[in-house]
């Protein structure tokens, strides 16, 4: 029979590697963090938030980040966090650096009790942590204790509050969905997608993609622009899965023109997003044909090919991503026959 002490031998690469990002979380953080806004030693809320995580179970990752990094989550003296559960940061596949970014993308520095947050109306804005990302309150259903931000159901509310420090548990991630700068009055604005005057600049994609390396995919891009531009003219933001030294710029122009267009999201997602994302499906600009975010040993794969140069660039318009090779493109060719 097996000896008990190895029935679990599986989880040690797991403790393992959340070991290592929580050490890079707690350095960083401690580097970043500015004297202005330090917060004093032993900051007892979360100190105490940390025992009331670990009390309650099912928290400990972020339990024991609230006791050795609590800058992490706390800008000032107001803070709420959404405690994603171990279960489901255990199924992520992101290095250190996005996993602190994911981090504190569920942190915003104000008091929200569910109390207070049952009071606000579906699409009311809350900022987090991180720059120019924001939080979105998707269902409000005070009947039934129904609560979602970014879709993701607030599962154990109030596991913690004392004074102007809340702490709520979440099933997962949040998703990263479009949401626009808080501030609006206008609930339709807020609940509208937050479409923008600035588009696409094609032009601008093709010099960018060649000069960071991705030449053979800027020349295909090149050559069927003008198709995108008259098809999806009103796009304001894109992904771009970019392979190095393809040579599918060779083929038919009916074939090159799907190619390229199979790499294309009509949508802005950075890592941390597309993480967020992972076991879904995104739509490209092939009609009727999306690409699978799952994961690749350590890694993220796309359509399972592995992203190895994550937000090569980024803008507000566009984000562009390393990948190992092309997509496999047989079903394109398929449709052609």
């Avoid at 994603?84 to 250190?96: H, T």
């Avoid at 600035?198 to 295909?220: D, H, K, T």
């Avoid at 023109?257 to 997602?269: A, G």
Wanted: hydrophobic content about 40%; aromatic content about 10%; overall charge neutral.
């Amino acid at each position: 029979m097996a000896n008990p002490s190895c029935s679990h031998w599986w989880h040690a690469p797991f403790y393992l590697a959340m070991s290592i990002t929580l050490a890079f979380i707690a350095v960083t953080t401690i580097k970043q963090s500015r004297p202005d806004n330090a917060l004093p030693s032993g900051h007892r809320p979360a100190f105490n938030a940390s025992r009331a995580l670990r009390l309650y179970g099912g928290f400990h990752i972020t339990a024991t980040l609230l006791q050795i990094s609590p800058e992490l989550f706390f800008s000032g003296p107001e803070s709420t966090v959404f405690a994603i559960q171990d279960s489901a940061i255990s199924n992520l596949s992101i290095p250190p650096w996005a996993m602190r970014q994911l981090l504190r993308f569920h942190s915003t520095p104000s008091a929200l009790p569910m109390a207070k947050l049952f009071k606000k109306p579906p699409g009311f804005c809350m900022k987090t942590l991180v720059d120019d990302k924001n939080l979105v309150i998707t269902k409000n259903d005070a009947e039934t204790g129904s609560f979602m931000i970014n879709n993701v159901l607030v599962s154990q509310p109030d596991l913690f509050l004392e004074g102007p420090v809340s702490v709520h548990g979440v099933l997962g991630p949040f998703d990263m969905i479009p949401s626009p700068s808080c501030g609006f009055s206008n609930r339709s604005s807020i609940l509208a997608s937050n479409a923008t005057d600035q588009a696409v600049e094609w032009r601008r994609v093709v010099r960018l993609l060649s000069s960071n390396g991705f030449v053979s995919f800027a020349i295909g891009l090149n050559s069927v622009v003008d198709g995108i531009l008259q098809e999806y003219h009103n796009l304001d933001s894109v992904t771009i899965f970019a392979p190095p030294n393809s040579g599918f710029i060779s083929s038919p122009s009916p074939f090159l023109d799907r190619i390229v267009r199979l790499h294309i999201l009509p949508q802005k997602f950075t890592y941390i997003e597309l993480a967020a994302a992972e076991k879904s499906s995104l739509r490209s600009l092939v009609p009727e044909y999306d690409l699978k975010i799952d994961k690749f040993s350590q890694t993220l794969a796309v359509n399972g090919v592995e992203i190895t140069a994550p937000d090569v660039f980024s803008s507000k318009t566009l984000v562009i991503h390393g990948i190992s090779r092309d997509f496999d493109v047989d079903e394109l060719f398929t449709s052609f026959k």
